[in-house]
């Protein structure tokens, strides 16, 4: 059974500052990397994957990875109250269909 | 969103009763998952399918059963609803063996 961290929240951030979260996961075979933000009342919606070590940029978001530390980052540049949301991390092994999910961490931008 | 349809979408039933979630897809992709969601647990595996007929556990499949006799419906039943299944129930699907997208949910209440 993978196990994946989130760290706790909830984290509350200015608008226009960057919000960082953090995952990690017990298992090293680990290969594919997911964050996806839930709206309160709505569905998973899938933001970013990753699956090689090193930073991926898209828009506003980054997500980070470190196999050898078995941990996994997202940041949002130039928050907005849009982003207030809750992030799950997600993890799998290579062509496994089965993703674990930390718990997640929730985030507000105040204005 | 994808083509992803879930009915119903709130429900609320007798401890003992037997109930029937059915998710649609208009997308044919070929995995479909079901998962529930509760507080401080994130999202947890119940079964997933990786093609018509073809089904298999997840982590938390005790007191669930699912069929899927056609690409587009995966149906997840409890066979006698207990109130540790109250819960808000997922489903998502996916054409890659790892990222998947999620439907509306379905909220069921047991009493």
């Known amino acids: 059974q993978k196990e994946v961290e989130q760290n706790s929240g909830p984290l509350s951030v200015p608008e226009g500052a960057i919000a960082s979260l953090n995952c990690t996961y017990s298992?090293?075979?680990?290969?594919?990397f997911f964050w996806y933000r839930q709206y309160s009342g709505k569905s998973p919606e899938l933001i970013m994957f990753?699956?090689?070590?090193g930073d991926k940029e898209d828009g506003r978001f980054t997500a980070q990875l470190n196999k050898a530390s078995q941990y996994v980052s997202l940041l949002i540049r130039d928050s907005q109250p849009s982003d207030s949301a809750t992030y799950l991390c997600?993890?799998?092994?290579?062509?496994?269909?089965?993703?674990?999910f930390g718990a997640g961490t929730t985030v507000t931008v105040r204005a | 969103d994808a083509g992803i349809t879930q009915s119903p979408r709130h429900k609320v039933t007798e401890t003992g009763t037997p109930v029937t979630l059915r998710c649609h897809q208009t997308?044919?992709?070929?995995?479909m998952y079901w998962y529930r969601q509760d507080p401080g647990h994130g999202l947890r595996l119940i079964h997933y399918s990786y093609g018509v007929k073809d089904t298999d556990k997840g982590e938390v499949s005790d007191g669930y059963s699912v069929s899927r006799s056609k690409t587009e419906d995966f149906l997840l039943t409890l066979e006698s609803a207990t109130s540790s299944q109250t819960s808000v129930y997922f489903c998502?699907?996916?054409?890659?063996?790892?990222?998947?997208?999620f439907g509306p949910g379905t909220r069921l209440t047991v009493l």
């Open positions: 998502a699907i996916s054409e890659t063996a790892d990222t998947q997208y």
């Open positions: 997600a993890v799998t092994e290579a062509n496994d269909y089965k993703l674990s």
């Open positions: 997308e044919n992709h070929r995995y």
């Open positions: 990753i699956y090689s070590n």
């Open positions: 298992d090293r075979g680990s290969q594919s």
